[in-house]
């Protein structure tokens, strides 16, 4: 499908510095963050202009060829990965920030603009983007918008779909279209709403024009240690019941913590804690922020805090951020391969899962770092592992399908900010029913109706029934002792109420 002239032509569009076809450099492009996910792409383009973008993506509709868009690449579901078929669309150098509009509090965006640099640019208006994800140094918005990101702050502030306002999109056709408006008008439907997450499956986003926030005059940071997991999570859900909602509450575990502290990213956790939050409160007035502080630090040492730790300066807070959003990178020190979930659970759900995830993971054989969104329950355990030794990957496999099923039996659901990708299709069967995922791989159709954008992620669209009625039964197994645990809670959770007829497939 992709053959010289094609190559050629491409070229005639970009540059020749800009198309890349020899083999080291696309295996450049053959992983994103989550590394245990590989696919080499036929071709990698990298346009400088939307002009460049447009005329890229219709020369691959007259030619009928698949394509993919890429930000960063720091995306963790393996959703921007192209096959040996598909041209991958590398948005980099669509690096701009079109316009810092202080008066109405708005930016436009090209998709390829590094989130911490728009925060950045906004700074001297005293005005900030508030969605932060861990990535923020090196992700890109366009990035954001396709996996509807989050980050610490997502408690307060919202996920990125709170914060866009408008998108200019080029569909797989090449026509470009306008979805919502600068000014935040809510007329019809939310299309905005609707490609916000859509991992890339519905087109291009070319402008993003988003929502600036003013910068907090008072912030105070808390670091809190405890003596046991799960007495930390136990004192996440009193925090969220007093009514005070921080702006960020995170936490991590001792495996983590160890990570952190042996990295060039230490922080000055305390090394022999089980288990740490990381609570932050910002507002507008000092006293006010204060009083919550005061609050939440009483709430945490009735709930079995050791020690509560007040960051006495900025410099001193941005120190603890730091360990926090590099906890990922640090965990390279570990093992060579790392693989990460992304459930969600409810908040009083915690405790239990957390060692439920510990449960699994001494059963395998595993190491397992949990750093996550305490605040809104959005887990992340991370198993270190190496992938030469024989028979581990399996393992691996299975204590993530294991840890992940503890989270849908909970309440939970399977991805809170990294998308559902390549990674995460086995699970769609587990929560969607036929008619749903049939539901949305029709609306996609709407958007690219030979679904040549993004091809193969998201909807398991080409499982068949009997892939389907394994991996039930598969999970059925695993999670009986699950189930068995949930109802003997009496919370009216229990594997059986999981139960996903063999047609539960969109193709």
């Keep these: 499908m992709i053959d010289h002239a094609l190559v050629e032509a491409l070229t005639q569009i970009v540059g020749e510095r800009h198309v890349r076809t020899a083999g080291a450099e696309r295996a450049t492009y053959a992983k994103d963050g989550l590394t245990v996910h590989r696919r080499l792409p036929a071709v990698v383009v990298l346009p400088g202009s939307r002009d460049e973008v447009i005329a890229v993506v219709r020369l691959l509709a007259v030619h009928g060829v698949p394509f993919v868009p890429r930000g960063a690449g720091t995306g963790l579901s393996g959703g921007a990965l192209a096959d040996q078929d598909a041209v991958l669309l590398v948005l980099t150098r669509l690096n701009r920030i079109l316009k810092v509009d202080p008066r109405n509090r ?29 990535s923020q140094s090196a992700c890109t918005i366009g990035g954001n918008v396709a996996e509807n990101a989050g980050g610490p702050h997502c408690l307060k502030y919202g996920v990125t779909a709170t914060h866009v306002l408008a998108l200019e999109v080029v569909l797989a056709d090449g026509q470009v279209i306008q979805l919502g408006s600068p000014g935040g008008e809510a007329w019809g439907p939310d299309l905005v709403g609707l490609f916000v997450g859509s991992e890339g499956n519905f087109g291009v986003a070319t402008r993003i024009t988003v929502r600036l926030l003013p910068v907090p005059r008072a912030v105070r940071t808390l670091l809190a240690d405890f003596p046991a997991l799960r007495t930390a999570g136990e004192a996440v859900s009193a925090v969220i ?42 507002g507008r007035v000092d006293d006010s922020v204060a009083a919550d502080a005061a609050s939440v630090e009483a709430i ?50 915690l405790p239990d899962v957390l060692e439920a995830i510990g449960r699994i993971g001494e059963r395998y054989g595993l190491t397992v770092s949990n750093v996550f969104h305490a605040g809104d329950g959005n887990l992340h355990p991370n198993i270190s592992f190496d992938g030469r030794i024989p028979g581990l990957r399996a393992r691996v496999d299975a204590a993530s399908g294991e840890m992940m099923a503890a989270c849908i039996v909970a309440g939970g659901t399977i991805t809170g900010e990294h998308g559902i990708g390549l990674d995460k299709l086995r699970y769609m069967p587990l929560i969607f029913d036929g008619d749903s995922l049939t539901a949305m791989r029709g609306v996609r159709r709407v958007f690219d109706p030979a679904e040549r954008v993004n091809p193969g992620k998201v909807v398991p669209v080409h499982a068949c029934r009997e892939w389907a009625g394994v991996r039930n039964a598969e999970f059925q197994a695993r999670n009986a002792e699950v189930g068995t645990r949930s109802a003997s809670r009496g919370d009216g959770v229990s594997s059986s109420a999981l139960r996903v007829p063999s047609s539960a497939v969109g193709s």
């Design 300 to 349: 945490l040492k009735d709930h079995g805090a050791r020690s509560v730790r007040t960051a006495v300066d900025a410099r001193e807070r941005e120190r603890l951020w730091q360990g926090r959003k590099k906890a990922f990178g640090a965990m390279g020190r570990l093992s060579r391969d790392l693989v990460v979930q992304d459930a969600v659970v409810p908040r009083s759900s």
């Design 241 to 282: 019941a007093s009514g005070i909602v921080p702006a960020a509450l995170e936490m991590m575990d001792h495996s983590c913590i160890q990570a952190v502290e042996d990295s060039v990213y230490a922080a000055g956790y305390p090394r022999d804690a089980a288990a740490v939050l990381l609570v932050e409160l910002d």
């Design 106 to 134: 708005v930016a436009t965006v090209e998709p390829g603009v590094v989130n911490v640099k728009l925060s950045v640019a906004a700074a001297p208006h005293g005005l900030l983007y508030a969605p932060d994800p861990s």
